[in-house]
């Protein structure tokens, strides 16, 4: 059968700080093209939609799945496939993806016919058995797939990660991906899955608190044949292991592979297993990501991550000690008031380290989405970006848009001040010689995309699709959360605490 992925466009974040290659969907673009089907993928991050026409008009693809890892998309994927049904009514169009995966029946219905079904949890060992029921029947049995008519078996999860082998071959345009100057840049999978619960986050409730491994020979492999010369490791958390890290270290030694890393990983893990970031550091990792999320003991157990201010003030010095440029991710909620933003501005001066600030949102997968105490004051699934309020704000909303904006900017600024500028100006020179711009544009584009007039007129946009309402949900067994479930024997065996 022929197989048309699509990726969605940027979201908001992503049109200055980041834009990753659709790793996923390359997986299962792998997945169907080992069975047997021809494969092509369109990434509207990095094209445009006259060429999504050109391909569907010439490929004539018999199925045409929307990756759907963010609710902000969904409402541009509705469109795809009212467009596509238009274009082709025979074409099965199917959604999946992290997001999607909780709100399945309610897209579905929203949809209202454009879609034919939506496959909850992971893809790779669904889409061919979605790809033989769509060619021979029996779409009820497919795993994890949801319908019009209601729910099939329960989404089925890979054992192992080794393969299938990303589809790398399939994305065009791969100059335009890169994470900050890492320019250009690939993405890599060594681990999947999170050991901890943070109330935030739906990481965990989506692969039932799992935890797998990449084979360091496998993962070793897949770095060899990497082309570009910087690789995003997408892990959740980098180095839960240090066994792991320093044997796909080893593989990485032996092959003499040389590239410059960037990761995520948590205050604790960093402290645990500091030998290991250091080979690594030695390997090329230049770049750590650090969800810190509060300054405060208060904040950080209200986001239940499990660690101290004193955690996370001592892993920045293990990341300054070891050499590494760190990302700090800040909440924001949207309680805070004029003085408390004040606050985080000048903790975002004090340290040497970049500060990034994301909204709080209550996601549905996440616990949050079912605790959180404050009404809603929007269901548009545009607005739940982590750049939007989506709950009442102490501050007027074009105030709390104004301070959020404007302590971005102080921290923005801080970062192209004259302390800085020799060094960025040497990142820009080496990447323009080399014919990339996408590091060029995101240091001159941040007052444009992030500006609080356009946040403001962003919640006034007419609303066609909307979020369903959150249901009440006991969540005293947060195994009710999960999209994947595991069996009772193996429930606890990921566990990282």
């Not at 500091?274 to 950080?300: N, T």
């Not at 616990?367 to 404050?374: A, D, L, N």
Request: one cysteine or more.
């Amino acid at each position: 059968m022929r197989l048309l992925l699509v990726h969605p466009s940027s979201l908001m974040y992503s049109e200055i700080f980041l834009r990753l290659e659709p790793l996923g969907l390359e997986r299962v673009a792998g997945a169907a093209r080992d069975a047997g089907h021809e494969v092509r993928i369109v990434d509207l991050q990095v094209t445009g939609t006259k060429e999504l026409a050109r391909e569907f008009t010439s490929f004539r693809p018999d199925a045409l799945g929307v990756s759907l890892n963010y609710l902000a998309n969904i409402p541009e994927a509705i469109g795809l496939a009212h467009a596509a049904k238009r274009a082709a009514p025979d074409c099965f169009v199917f959604f999946g993806g992290h997001s999607v995966s909780f709100v399945a029946e309610d897209v579905l219905a929203q949809a209202a016919g454009a879609v034919d079904a939506v496959i909850r949890g992971e893809g790779e060992p669904a889409v061919v058995p979605l790809l033989e029921a769509v060619r021979d029947g029996g779409l009820e049995g497919v795993p994890g797939i949801v319908t019009p008519t209601g729910r099939g078996p329960e989404p089925r999860m890979l054992h192992g990660i080794d393969s299938p082998a990303p589809a790398r071959d399939l994305t065009r345009h791969r100059r335009r991906y890169f994470i900050g100057e890492l320019d250009p840049c690939a993405s890599i999978e060594f681990t999947r899955g999170c050991p901890w619960d943070c109330s935030f986050c739906s990481a965990w409730t989506f692969y039932g608190r799992s935890y797998r491994k990449a084979s360091p020979e496998a993962a070793g492999a897949e770095m060899a044949s990497i082309r570009e010369p910087n690789v995003f490791i997408v892990d959740d958390v980098a180095f839960i292991r240090p066994e792991h890290g320093h044997a796909i270290a080893a593989e990485l030694e032996r092959r003499r592979i040389r590239k410059h890393y960037y990761l995520e990983t948590r205050s604790d893990v960093l402290l645990r297993n500091e030998e290991v970031f250091q080979r690594w550091a030695r390997l090329g990792l230049k770049y750590m990501f650090l969800g810190m999320e509060a300054i405060d003991a208060e904040g950080l157990d209200l986001y239940r991550k499990r660690v101290s201010p004193d955690d996370n003030f001592r892993a920045l010095e293990v990341a300054r000690r070891l050499g590494l440029s760190v990302a700090i991710n800040l909440i924001v909620d949207p309680a805070w008031d004029e003085e408390r933003f004040r606050v985080v501005r000048e903790f975002a001066l004090a340290v040497p380290e970049i500060v990034h600030l994301t909204v709080m949102t209550p996601y549905p997968g996440t616990e949050i989405w079912h605790t959180e105490s404050r009404r809603l004051t929007t269901r548009d699934y545009r607005l739940f970006d982590i750049q939007h309020a989506v709950v009442p704000t102490t501050l007027p909303l074009d105030v709390f848009y104004r301070e959020l904006v404007k302590t971005q900017s102080v921290i923005n600024r801080k970062h192209l001040g004259l302390r800085t500028a020799a060094g960025a100006l040497r990142v820009l020179g080496g990447n323009l010689a080399r014919g990339q711009t996408n590091f060029a544009r995101m240091l001159w584009k941040f007052n444009r995309v992030y500006n609080p007039a356009r946040q403001l007129a962003d919640h006034r946009r007419p609303v066609r699709y909307e979020l369903p309402l959150p249901r009440h949900l006991d969540v005293g067994d947060r195994r009710k959360l999960y999209v994947h479930t595991r069996p009772a024997g193996r429930r606890d065996a990921g566990r990282a605490e």
